[in-house]
């Protein structure tokens, strides 16, 4: 029975399939009637191909009105017929999309059965007309429970102006859900039928009384939209009294600002006067959007009569208004004694003013409270005009201290002030080393390529330590944001040759982070000549190199070199080279880590090695590393390693991973290594898993 | 262990002093702000009380974040899925050190609550604009997670309630409180790629599965109220928790729920947040068979009365992310970075005369500081209502496009199809009843 339930259903799916590929809204008739037949026996849980089918048709119909009544028609006898209930729910919703007047009878009927009553509106309640409206008013008084509750919302949501008289029966009634509904419903409606019989309710209920309350709000942004202004204000001001809820005081608030506009600004003062008042914070973000040409001054004038609080919550909005009528308001706010005053002052100065008012946000940078240092900087690095950055470059030279010397150095680099670098590098060389390290790193953050020679010339002319180690930071940001490093490359071997050999030393290591082909035969030179910090920094950058490029180089001097430093230096660049090529000469990877591996004396760098040859997805890895096995020190990474190869090559390398893990599981001590390799083990495939001799 | 907190019944939520009272006395009780200082509205040292509403994986997710934030207090949990609501009583209680946290089966008992300043709404699409509306109705200041709402008409409403009580709404639309998605933006609005002619978006794609048969409900899982307003259709696993975005009567598939923030950043770089497209044409290929119904793969073009064009597509015609093409370049932006034609775009600083869009702290944890900063301050948070309403009208226009197989036309100033009753009729959905929006 079940195989043959089976079989229907799969004959059922190819025949709806079928149909599907022919569907259209003027498909022939008997073809039609097969289909709907065949879903008028669905149910949930089966293929609803056949449902999607009609769909198809009925989201197609539009461009074919003729057409499209057909369907309805079939639609709705499916829905008069014996069909299941869900074929009917499916057919609803189809009715939703092309139902009219013709169908309203049909899902009528339903609107009072419980299994059909949501899904027949969820159609009804979207077709147009007044046919569908009289059906939900005849379908009322015969509904009970939900199925009455949603006629109630279908009402509200059609907006039908003929329900208002039997829906205001409904408002007394002793059923306090039908109550809500119907108060959401005319809430919808609107209109001033509807007002007034909301007010008149609203002295005698009780219950619902909050959602008279919440249903009078939309009606009187109805009456505002519709040039009903006292109407509109008479709800509002009945709701702004204090004994109402905060957020309904909120609303009408809200609503009487926009009758009044500019004119309500004494109702916001009068709420900001009160400390204790709820809606204090909302009157003063009201201030932001306050509409009329006199606003901000208005405003202004009544600022100083407030307490402190409200004064902080005001200058905020001030600068928010975008005004400069605020702008002696907020000048005199920035010396307040109360921290949260001044700090308001400064960001709305920082709004507001310009290029006058650098030189008091400067006299703030260096302030004892955090808040209002943070403030004014801010406030620097957001001034608007063309001649800010000009008016701060005066500041820094016309102030003598450095803390605020290197706060509005800092500014100009926030505001990217390009156009300041020339006076910066002048700055740079007659300041003392605080402010000259503040100027250098402002100056790699503003430099240009057309600057790098003025930035070279900083590092060959600083006068200490601290200085050229700014000036050569400077220099290594702006190579890094330059796309063109042979270009960089060029201008610091311009500016090498002339150098001192302390800065030729800073020149090789930027070199060294430049990267540029161009670069190598000079540091080749340094590191071969007679100056021992100059072949020091030549190595450093050899080895920091970015790119493989110098990798001989470095196994070379790993090999002969002296020096142990220099000797654990260029091992270690070349083993971090080899990793470089992993991924487009593996091979090539592979032959340098053996050649670490075998030379490198330290245990250190062998185990960079492990670390790095464990990303080489190949047997022959396995097999590099396995010497080191023996070594008691490296058995550890050496684990790690095999487990990640084996882990990586274990699909197409399964005898190799399975000898590799074999042997972890025998030398290891680390449970989790162990239990990892068991994994994998168990999913080799069963010839590889037992250990090979 | 006896628990001090306690399972709410269903019971008339209209008589709402009444539930006030009770949940005060049944519930744990913390001083509300409304209770000190200045009442009604929180002062910015104070701590803000917030009720989580819907405790699935965005719900956990929020609920964690703001567990971290030390001037925000949870004091109360809901979800129609017992073991979800008990999993998150036992983190905030765990957190807190104390049994101080209710627990509810009925938002609208939580909503209730007068000592409870914020809500965290993390509910399916469909149960989005209910709980919203009542929220701001009852004075909570609400972060609601995207996408905003499940149909046009129902994301107005919720627009409108939001504004009507100063309801201060923050949308977790979090890639706006992302510094390089803001700087993508900022490159874009100040012209660094010239003038913008087109903008690509870039989706997930959806999926398939078979037919499912329905299964009893399980224990402890309110079911009935789980689908609320949607049409009744009987429980399977695969229709509800997670899943459900899949289905179009609960949500609008990938490109609702990845649209809403994508679509979201490319308005933000477009500078059509407040607006929308003016036409909208495409095609999706929705299931014909099986439980899932959303779009897998889609792609529509959306034009604006700017003359700008948004094409919106699943990953396999556009690259995950945004990309905003300009007469001199282009600026590509998703979750794993930002990439620019020229690169050097990449390093460009955006000066103080220039557009400098709204800043707020990094990503996800960042944004729900600035919901608590700006409901502190009253000031407006990364992501309004009034945008997320916009971003997600472009993702239901596309919807709509594509379900009718045609180019439809649209006002949007005024919300309205032009001349298209049949798409007029998928503004919005009947609700199951009792509930309505």
């Known amino acids: ?693 | 262990m006896k628990s001090n907190s306690k399972v709410y019944s269903r019971r008339a939520w209209l008589k709402r002093t009444a539930a006030g009272l009770s949940a005060a006395i049944t519930a744990p009780m913390l001083i509300p702000e409304a209770a000190r200082g200045q009442a009604g509205r929180p002062s910015p040292s104070n701590c803000l009380t917030m009720g989580m509403i819907g405790l699935g994986s965005m719900g956990m997710r929020n609920l964690l974040g703001f567990l971290q934030e030390k001037d925000c207090r949870i004091t109360a949990v809901c979800d129609v899925d017992a073991s979800r609501r008990q999993e998150a009583l036992k983190a905030v209680n765990q957190c807190y050190g104390d049994p101080g946290c209710a627990q509810y089966n009925d938002f609208r008992e939580l909503i209730d609550r007068p000592d409870i300043d914020l809500l965290c709404l993390c509910l399916p699409d469909h149960w989005h604009s209910i709980p919203a509306i009542m929220g701001a109705r009852a004075g909570k200041d609400i972060y609601g997670e995207k996408p905003l709402a499940l149909t046009i008409v129902e994301g107005r409403a919720m627009v409108e309630a939001v504004k009507r009580y100063s309801c201060l709404w923050q949308t977790g639309s979090w890639q706006r409180s992302t510094a390089h998605f803001r700087f993508a933006c900022e490159l874009v609005r100040n012209q660094r790629i010239g003038k913008l002619q087109q903008i690509e978006v870039g989706l997930g794609t959806g999926s398939r599965i078979p037919p499912q048969a329905a299964m009893p409900i399980p224990p402890g899982f309110d079911y009935d109220r789980w689908l609320g307003p949607a049409p009744w259709a009987p429980y399977t696993e695969k229709r509800c928790h997670w899943n459900f975005r899949w289905i179009l009567d609960y949500s609008g598939g990938q490109l609702t729920d990845c649209g809403a923030h994508d679509i979201d950043i490319a308005h933000w770089g477009m500078d059509t947040e407040n607006t929308g497209p003016i036409q909208v044409e495409g095609t999706g290929d929705y299931p014909d068979d099986g439980l899932w119904n959303a779009a897998v793969t889609y792609r529509f073009e959306c034009r604006y009365d700017n003359g700008l064009t948004m094409r919106v597509g699943s990953d396999n015609f556009f690259a995950t992310g945004i990309r905003f093409i300009g007469e001199k370049g282009w600026v590509y932006v998703n979750r794993a970075g930002l990439d620019t034609h020229p690169k050097c775009l990449l390093k460009e600083q955006v000066g103080p005369e220039e557009i400098h869009l709204y800043y707020s702290p990094p990503d996800r944890q960042g944004h729900r500081r600035n919901f608590l900063d700006c409901v502190k301050n009253r000031t407006p948070p990364a992501s309004t209502i009034e945008v997320a309403h916009r971003s997600i009208t472009v993702a239901h226009l596309g919807n709509i496009a594509m379900q009718l197989g045609r180019k439809i036309r649209w006002n949007p100033q005024a919300e309205q199809f032009i001349d298209d009753p049949t798409a007029s009729r998928m503004l919005y959905r009947p609700q199951r009843s009792p509930w309505v929006f």
């Open chain 1, 1 to 693: 029975m079940k195989r043959f339930l089976c079989l229907t259903a799969r004959l059922w799916i190819i025949t709806a399939v079928a149909n599907l590929a022919a569907a259209s809204p003027d498909l022939d008739p008997a073809r039609w009637d097969a289909l709907l037949k065949q879903i008028a026996a669905y149910q949930i849980g089966q293929s609803r191909t056949g449902l999607a089918a009609v769909a198809a048709c009925v989201r197609a119909a539009h461009a074919a009105p003729t057409a499209r009544q057909a369907l309805e028609k079939r639609l709705i006898a499916l829905l008069d017929s014996k069909a299941s209930l869900e074929c009917k729910r499916f057919v609803c919703r189809q009715l939703n999309l092309i139902g009219s007047a013709q169908a309203v009878p049909v899902l009528a009927a339903q609107l009072c059965n419980p299994d059909l009553a949501d899904i027949a509106r969820y159609a009804l309640e979207i077709i147009p007309g007044q046919e569908a409206d009289a059906a939900f008013l005849d379908a009322l008084p015969n509904a009970a429970g939900l199925c009455k509750i949603g006629i109630i919302n279908s009402l509200g949501n059609r907006r039908v102006a003929r329900s208002i008289e039997p829906l205001a029966h409904l408002l007394v009634g002793p059923d306090n859900s039908m109550a809500a509904a119907a108060v959401t419903a005319l809430e919808k409606i609107r209109g001033p039928a509807v007002v007034d019989l909301f007010q008149d309710h609203l002295s005698k209920a009780t219950a619902s009384r909050q959602l008279l309350i919440d249903a009078l709000l939309p009606c009187a942004e109805d009456c505002l939209a519709r040039g009903e202004l006292d109407r509109a204000r008479q709800i509002y001001q009945q709701f702004y009294l204090p004994e109402f809820p905060v957020p309904v005081r909120a609303a009408a608030l809200r609503g009487l600002l926009a009758i009044e506009r500019a004119d309500g600004l004494w109702r916001l003062f009068e709420i900001l006067d009160n400390r204790n008042d709820p809606l204090r914070s909302i009157a003063a973000d009201h201030l932001r959007h306050l509409p009329g040409p006199g606003a901000t001054q208005a405003i202004v004038n009544q600022w100083p009569k407030l307490e402190v609080n409200a004064q902080a919550l005001v200058l905020a909005a001030l600068g928010d208004r975008g005004d400069t009528a605020a702008l002696p308001t907020a000048i005199a706010a920035v010396n307040a004694p109360d921290p949260a005053v001044a700090v308001a002052a400064l960001k709305s100065l920082g709004q507001l003013g310009g290029a006058d008012h650098v030189p008091l946000l400067a006299n703030y940078v260096t302030h004892s409270d955090m808040k209002r240092r943070a403030a004014a900087q801010a406030a620097l690095n957001h001034l608007r005009g063309v001649t800010v950055n000009r008016a701060i470059l005066n500041c820094v030279n016309g102030r003598r201290d450095q803390p605020t010397q290197i706060a509005l150095i800092n500014s100009l680099s926030a505001r990217k002030a390009v156009a300041a670098f020339p006076d910066l590098i002048q700055l740079a060389a007659h300041s003392p080393p605080q402010v000259q390290s503040c100027v250098s790193k402002a100056l790699g953050n503003l430099a240009e390529e057309r600057h790098l020679p003025a930035l070279i010339d900083l590092l060959a002319r600083s006068s200490s330590q601290t200085a050229a180690q700014s000036a050569e930071d400077a220099l290594v940001n702006l190579c890094n944001r330059l796309d063109d490093k042979d270009k960089c490359a060029a201008a610091i071997l311009a500016g090498y040759g002339p150098a001192p050999a302390p800065i030729r030393c800073a020149l090789l290591r930027v070199l060294g982070q430049v990267g540029s082909p161009q670069a190598l035969p000079t540091l080749r030179d340094a590191r071969k000549g007679n100056d021992p910090q100059i072949q020091d920094a030549a190595i450093r950058a050899l080895a920091d190199w970015p790119d493989p490029e110098p990798s001989n180089e470095l196994l070379s001097i790993a090999k002969d070199t002296p020096q142990s430093t220099h000797r654990v230096l260029a091992w270690r660049g070349f083993i971090r080279m080899a990793g470089m090529r992993i991924q487009q000469s593996p091979l090539v990877a592979l032959k340098m880590y053996q050649q670490a591996l075998d030379l490198t004396p330290r245990l250190e760098e062998k185990k960079m090695v492990l670390s790095g040859v464990a990303n080489l997805a190949r047997p022959e890895s396995l097999k590099l590393i396995e010497p080191c096995w023996k070594h008691p020190d490296l058995v550890p990474e050496t684990a790690v390693a095999a487990l990640k190869i084996a882990a990586a090559i274990a699909s197409r390398h399964p005898e190799a991973a399975s000898k590799a893990l074999h042997r972890l599981m025998e030398v290891s001590d680390d449970n989790k290594l162990q239990h990892q390799a068991d994994q994998i083990l168990k999913k080799l495939p069963p010839t590889a898993r037992k250990p090979l001799n």
